[in-house]
C-alpha cells in the first residue's frame, strides 16, 4: 500500500470487500466517501465524515502525544526519507497542532481542550519553536504569551 494517497487505495480495498459481502451501494458510497473527507487538508461534508475526520486526528489530543510524535518522526524518516532537525521538527507539529481544528460539537469542546499544543509546552520546546515561528512572521497569541 502506498503512504501517499493511501486513502484511494483504502477505498479500493473497502468497496471491494463490501460489495463483497453484499452491502448495499448507497452504504458502500457514504464508507468511501468518510474514507475520502480524511485525505489531508480534511474537508468533510456530513457529520459522518466529519465523526471520522476527529478520530482521524484524535492522537492531537492525547496525553502521550510527545510518543506518538516520536514515532511518526522515525516513520517519516523510514518510509519517505524526510530528515529534520529537531526545530524544524517542533516547528511542524507546532503549527499542526495550533492550525487543526476538529469538525464535531465534541472535537471542537473536548478534544480541542486538549489539544497537545500544551505537549510543546510542557517539554521545553518553545523556544526554539518560537523562534522559528516569529521568524515565519506568524503571530500566534498563546505562544507570544510563553515567550
Keep these: 500500500m502506498a503512504y501517499a494517497g493511501h486513502e484511494m ?13 453484499g452491502l448495499d451501494a448507497e452504504r458502500i458510497e457514504k464508507i468511501c ?13 456530513s457529520r459522518m465524515e466529519m465523526v471520522l475526520c476527529d478520530a ?14 516520536s ?22 507539529n507546532l503549527a499542526m497542532l495550533i492550525n487543526h481544528h476538529y469538525f464535531t460539537d465534541f472535537g471542537r469542546t ?3 481542550e486538549k489539544n497537545s499544543a500544551i505537549f510543546f509546552a510542557s517539554n521545553g520546546y518553545w523556544p526554539a519553536v518560537i523562534k522559528v515561528y516569529k521568524k515565519a512572521g506568524s ?6 504569551k510563553m515567550d
Design 9 to 21: 487505495e483504502s477505498v479500493k480495498i473497502a468497496r471491494d470487500f463490501l460489495i463483497g459481502n
Design 33 to 45: 466517501l468518510c474514507v475520502l473527507a480524511t485525505i489531508f487538508p480534511q474537508n468533510p461534508k
Design 56 to 69: 482521524d486526528f484524535f492522537h492531537f489530543s492525547r496525553t502521550d502525544y510527545a510518543g506518538f510524535e
Design 71 to 92: 514515532s511518526l518522526r522515525i516513520e517519516w524518516e523510514t518510509i519517505l526519507n524526510r530528515y529534520y532537525t529537531n526545530e524544524q521538527w517542533n516547528s511542524i
Design 110 to 112: 473536548v478534544l480541542q
Design 139 to 144: 503571530r500566534i497569541d498563546a505562544v507570544d
